[in-house]
């Protein structure tokens, strides 16, 4: 059972380590801090800005009550990218596919 205490944005003072997508977060940037308690135990997540702006967009916060791990988000951008351009056919990267379903999910036009 997760309880989400807070969920806050703050500066990076360090790099820190992106938990849904694994890419750095550069110092000075702004990201994302999620703090917690999953079955009685703190935890911190810290993630992009834009990786949790995708998976409030994709509603893959609403899949059971276990949170979401970085295992599904890794998923659910395969799956996505997949409809979005099912001729590419998963050969690129995962950051490059990221960076694809990002930029059609959070900038693109929905039809
Ligand atoms: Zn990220």
């Not at 990221?98 to 900038?107: A, E, G, R, S, T």
């Given at each position: 059972m997760i309880e989400v205490l807070s969920n806050e944005k703050h500066k990076a003072r360090k790099e820190h380590v992106c938990y849904f997508c694994g890419d750095t977060i550069k110092k000075g940037?702004?990201?994302n801090r999620q703090d917690g308690k999953f079955d009685g135990d703190w935890y911190t997540v810290k993630t992009h800005i834009s990786?949790?702006?995708?998976?409030?967009?994709?509603?893959?916060?609403?899949?059971?009550?276990?949170?979401?791990?970085?295992?599904?988000?890794?998923?659910?951008?395969n799956?996505?990218?997949?409809?979005?351009?099912?001729?590419?056919?998963m050969k690129t990267?995962?950051?490059?596919?990221?960076?694809?379903?990002?930029?059609?999910?959070?900038?693109?036009?929905?039809?």
């Open positions: 940037t702004v990201y990786c949790s702006e995708l998976a409030v967009k994709l509603d893959m916060y609403d899949n059971g009550e276990d949170g979401l791990t970085n295992h599904e988000f890794r998923d659910i951008v799956e996505k990218f997949e409809e979005l351009l099912p001729e590419f056919e990267t995962f950051r490059s596919r990221l960076d694809v379903v990002k930029m059609q999910v959070l900038f693109g036009e929905e039809s």
